[in-house]
């Protein structure tokens, strides 16, 4: 699970920015709601492109937090 929460007040865009690149990387399914991302996939996949995509939105530079608990069980399918 992620969650994105920018302390700028035009947080919306960068948030939506995020999810949109996530969802670019082969082999993750990507599932939304309006507290949380939940990002399904292999390991190693789900963690590179994590760092990739963190680091992009903290070199953006808008102030955020990024919390992010990482569950090993499967998604429903």
């Known amino acids: 699970m992620v969650c994105l929460y920018?302390?700028?007040k035009d947080y919306e865009g960068f948030v939506?920015?995020?999810?949109a690149r996530l969802r670019g990387h082969e082999g993750l399914r990507i599932?939304?709601?309006?507290?949380?991302?939940?990002?399904?996939?292999?390991y190693d996949a789900i963690m590179h492109a994590l760092q990739q995509e963190i680091r992009l939105s903290f070199?953006?530079?808008?102030?955020?937090?990024?919390?992010?608990?990482?569950?090993?069980?499967?998604?429903?399918e």
């Open 6 to 8: 920018p302390l700028d």
């Open 59 to 76: 070199q953006q530079g808008a102030t955020a937090s990024m919390v992010i608990k990482i569950l090993n069980v499967a998604g429903s």
């Open 16 to 19: 939506l920015d995020f999810i």
């Open 31 to 42: 599932e939304v709601n309006s507290l949380s991302t939940q990002v399904f996939g292999e």
